[in-house]
């Protein structure tokens, strides 16, 4: 699947009443080949551009960016740059989680970003660079609380087949209830 694909499925389909119809979140999940990432960024960029002509408002939260920007304003990030040498990832993980934690952090700037505008679909990338950092399942488990009616799209590196994601099409992590996509496109 491309994401010429994608784009024909998000403009002839309701992804808000698809999911709610079959009892789902309006949580998506895309598997993209993670060897292409420079590549599939730039088409994500496109694909952000060709959908809003035709109307659709796109909201693309990069996640790492994200998580450097929360760094920043609390002043973090150039003493982490600073420390990261000198710590194991467990400590770094610890300190990053202190001030960009994904429930009490992340996910109220991502439905605050979400409520501020209106958006019809929510791009949500960056989870190979955040990685082991931020971990994909705890995005979508948090998500499931409270989400809004705005649909998420969740681009990932790795595979996903509807019940674990293979981050970088390696390293296990089973999600929840996001929608497989990729499945759902080659099923139409």
Not at 12 to 27: E, F, I, K, M, Q
Not at 98 to 109: C, F, G, K, L, Y
Not at 121 to 137: E, N, T
């Amino acid at each position: 699947m491309n994401l010429d694909q994608l784009y024909n499925y998000i403009t002839t389909r309701d992804l808000l009443v698809n999911a709610r119809s079959a009892g789902h979140l309006p949580v998506y999940l895309y598997a993209y080949s993670a060897a292409g990432e420079d590549t599939f960024a730039a088409e994500l960029r496109g694909l952000t551009s060709n959908l809003m002509r035709t109307g659709k408002t796109v909201l693309h939260i990069d996640l790492f960016e994200l998580v450097v920007q929360i760094l920043k304003e609390d002043g973090s990030f150039d003493t982490l740059l600073e420390v990261e040498p000198e710590n194991d990832k467990g400590e770094l993980m610890n300190l990053i989680d202190d001030v960009a934690n994904v429930e009490s952090v992340i996910i109220p700037r991502l439905k605050g970003e979400i409520a501020s505008g209106s958006a019809s679909v929510l791009f949500i990338s960056g989870f190979g660079k955040c990685y082991p950092f931020l971990r994909a399942k705890k995005v979508i488990a948090a998500l499931e609380q409270g989400l809004s009616d705005t649909p998420v799209i969740l681009f990932f590196p790795g595979t996903y087949d509807g019940w674990s994601l293979m981050l970088f099409g390696t390293l296990p992590e089973h999600s929840y209830r996001a929608i497989n996509l990729s499945g759902q496109i080659h099923n139409n």
